[in-house]
Nanobody, 117 residues
Framework: QVQLVESGGGLVQAGGSLRLSCAAS????????MGWYRQAPGKQRDLVAT???????KYADSVKGRFTISRDNAKNTLYLQMNSLKPEDTAVYYC???????????WGQGTQVTVSS
């Protein structure tokens, strides 16, 4: 059973930084594609950043140059370093994992990020 547990969200002032973590169990992060998505109130869930098993990364235009996705294989954990945060980054952030070779995608429970102006 794959489980993803996010942490690191919170309240921060505009211009500040946060680092989100997503601890995985039941699978190995290094062999799967993983990503971060976010959902603001009343809006759809949007892609923030993804990383493949080969460490190829992709970012939404709105976060390029400010956010960095990374993976620690030894800790089986995915990270999202968020710098220069803006009020429009306020959302619930979700970690996802796509099991290689299958149609299965798993999601974490989400962590709230609130950026005050």
């Amino acid at each position: 059973q794959v489980q993803l547990v996010e942490s690191g969200g919170g309240l921060v002032q505009a211009g500040g930084s946060l680092r989100l973590s997503c601890a995985a169990s039941g699978t190995i992060v290094s062999i799967n594609a993983m990503g971060w998505y976010r959902q603001a109130p009343g809006k759809q869930r949007d892609l923030v950043a993804t990383i493949t098993s080969g460490r190829i990364t992709k970012y939404a235009d709105s976060v390029k140059g400010r956010f960095t996705i990374s993976r620690d294989n030894a800790k089986n954990t995915l990270y999202l370093q968020m710098n220069s945060l803006k009020p429009e980054d306020t959302a619930v952030y979700y970690c996802s994992l796509g099991v290689t070779g299958t149609p299965y995608v798993y999601w974490g429970q989400g962590t709230q990020v609130t950026v005050s102006s």
